[in-house]
Each structure stands twice: as structure tokens, then as C-alpha cells.
């Protein structure tokens, strides 16, 4: 039987024996607005540079209330705890698995006690491929690759934070991957599928600065949006280079236009509800990644037959910036891996 598209995005480029350095994950995250709470897991798999250290997994988890409180953890797992299977598709590192309709996974959690999740996945919206050629997989430029094999889900099963446990059912989320020699050195990464009095639109967005040898390009944004079925990807060369893209603080403001119609809007993130993660390159660096799954977004699609359209995010957009995105922003750093 062919894999699907999310099947062959899901697929693990990591190896322990092979040659180079990597650095790879595949997370997932969702919201349970009821409860004013989120929920992050990401499962990594780092094979560092010689001279830079063994192969490892690492599992992270976050879980993040709207009063602030937060819980988070990583726990770092040598080459001989880690399974890889493409046929079916199944990751293991140490106690976590992740499967296509499964995650699972414990960590301990960096102010004492535990974090462990047991979930199930729906097949959801479809497989979002970010870049506009399949050879931009398989080739050295862009540097890092990212693709989202479940771009809109539900998820169902638990999340035990300590001693409470959180049921979880048909919270709206979504499932990624992403992987390249090192860890990125700039990036912005938005997600949303949870909006004010709509449960049929989905909005993804990426900017990142891509570096030629010592020549860093202009931003390379990609936009992607779904509404009532309606889909615009905006990915095409000259797309991505017009794309507006720029961040103050933990804010980030993007557009672009695709065939008349134009998508433009604002994520903002409190520091309060944001998460500081250190992710260690192959090389040994350090990249500071800045993780809010509690943010705000205001998003604006013009040029519609019926009209323009306003969508709104309260507490429920994902904003992540990282490496030189996350310079100067004043957030604890919570756990490294």
C-alpha cells in the first residue's frame, strides 16, 4: 500500500550510525479553550557533529494555564532507547511513542513531580507540505525542512500534570515535523485552529531568515489559510519574498497576497504565558526558543466576494519564535534538551 502524504512527511530522517550532524522533531499541540489551558509535546532526535557528543532522544512536554501557571520538562534518552519504524510509522524514545494516531510519553517535570500524556489523534484536515517543490525535501537549500502531516486535528485520551488528571476530548490541535543539519538559526512560527465562534478555519504561518554561505536572504514568510473549505497557500518564490513579515517583543505582525485575495494579521504573546526552551544544536550551540500556546491573533482576509473577513484568536493561537527571533526577549528559560 502507497503512504499518504502525512505518512511520507512523517517519515524520521534521523539515524544514529549515519553521517553529519541532524536535528529533528515531530510535536504536536492543542487547546481545551473550556479550560483555558494547553497542552505541547515535541519528540526530538539529535545525532550531534563528531567530537560534539552521542546520539540522543529527548521528550518535551509543556502544560500551560491561562493564570500562568506552567509545568514543563525534558528528558534526554541515549541512541539504544530509541525505535524508528517507517512501515507502519512508529517513533519510540524511552516510555514515549508516537504513531499515526497516537502519542504517548512521560517526562519529569523541572519543578518536581511529573508530566504524562496518553493520546489519540484523528486523521484531520490534511497534510500541509509548506514548500512549493517536492525537491526542496531532498535537496541542501532551504537548510531546514518543515512540513505539518496533521495541519488540524482533535485529540482525545489524557494529560496528568502532577497529581491531577486532564481529560481531553476533541481538543482541536495539530501535529508537525520539521528537521535539518542543525537547529534553525531564525525562526517565527504561528498555528491556529481554534476561533472566536468559527470551527472551520485554519491558519499556519513560518518566517524565517535562510543564509547563503555569509549572505543572509530578506525574510522568507509562508502563509497558509483555510476557511469553510475555501484553502490559499501562499508559497510560491516570489510570494514568500514579498511576504511582510516583522516582530517587536513577542509579537509578530505578517501578509502577503495570493490571486486578489490578501491575508494580513498580528500574534502577540504576555511573557507571563510564554515558555522559555533551550534547544541544543549538532554542533553543541544553544538556540533559545520562545513557546506560547496561549497567545492572541487578529487575522484579516480581504478581496473575498462577500467581503472582507476578520478572525479572531483569544488564548488560543500557538506563537513560537526562535534562535536570533528570540534575542532580547525577556522570558526564563524553563528546560533544555
Not at 511513542?97 to 484523528?122: I, P, Q, Y
Not at 512549493?132 to 496533521?150: D, V
Not at 531564525?186 to 554561505?213: A, C, K, M, P, Y
Not at 533559545?288 to 472582507?308: K, Q
Request: aromatic share 8%.
Amino acid at each position: 500500500m502507497n503512504p499518504t502524504a502525512a505518512e511520507r512527511m512523517n517519515l524520521v530522517r534521523w539515524s544514529a550510525e549515519g553521517q553529519g550532524g541532524i536535528v529533528e522533531s515531530l510535536f504536536l499541540k492543542f487547546h481545551i479553550p473550556e479550560e483555558g489551558a494547553a497542552f505541547w509535546t515535541r519528540y526530538t532526535l539529535r545525532r550531534p557533529l563528531p567530537g560534539c557528543g552521542k546520539p540522543v532522544g529527548c521528550l518535551w512536554a509543556v502544560h500551560s494555564s491561562v493564570t500562568g501557571e506552567q509545568t514543563a520538562g525534558c528528558d534526554t534518552y541515549s541512541a539504544s532507547e530509541i525505535s524508528v519504524d517507517t512501515d507502519p510509522f512508529n517513533l519510540t524514545i524511552g516510555p514515549g511513542g508516537l504513531s499515526m494516531g497516537r502519542a504517548t510519553g512521560r517526562v519529569k517535570a523541572s519543578g518536581g513531580g511529573e508530566l504524562e500524556w496518553d493520546l489519540g489523534f484523528e486523521a484531520g484536515d490534511g497534510c500541509l507540505v509548506h514548500f512549493p517543490l517536492e525537491a526542496m525535501y531532498h535537496i541542501g537549500f532551504p537548510r531546514n525542512k518543515l512540513a505539518s502531516p496533521h495541519v488540524s486535528t482533535r485529540f482525545y485520551g489524557t494529560v496528568r500534570v502532577g497529581d491531577r488528571t486532564f481529560r481531553v476530548d476533541g481538543a482541536r490541535g495539530m501535529q508537525g515535523h520539521n528537521w535539518g543539519p542543525g537547529v534553525s538559526d531564525h525562526w517565527v512560527w504561528s498555528h491556529i485552529n481554534t476561533f472566536e465562534g468559527r470551527d472551520d478555519v485554519v491558519f499556519e504561518g513560518l518566517s524565517s531568515i535562510l543564509r547563503l554561505g555569509p549572505v543572509s536572504l530578506p525574510p522568507l514568510t509562508i502563509l497558509y489559510l483555510k476557511v469553510a473549505g475555501r484553502e490559499w497557500l501562499l508559497n510560491a518564490p516570489h510570494q514568500m519574498l514579498l511576504g511582510r513579515s516583522s516582530t517587536e517583543g513577542l509579537t509578530w505582525k505578517f501578509g502577503g497576497c495570493c490571486s486578489g485575495i490578501g491575508i494580513s494579521g498580528t500574534v502577540a504573546a504576555s511573557s507571563g504565558l510564554t515558555t522559555g526552551l533551550d534547544y541544543i544544536s549538532s554542533d553543541g550551540s544553544v538556540k533559545r526558543c520562545l513557546n506560547s500556546n496561549l497567545a492572541d491573533a487578529r487575522i484579516m482576509v480581504t478581496g473575498l466576494p462577500e467581503g472582507a473577513l476578520e478572525l479572531t484568536s483569544l488564548r488560543t493561537a500557538t506563537l513560537e519564535m526562535g534562535g536570533e527571533a528570540a534575542i532580547g526577549v525577556d522570558v526564563p528559560v524553563t528546560v533544555k534538551g
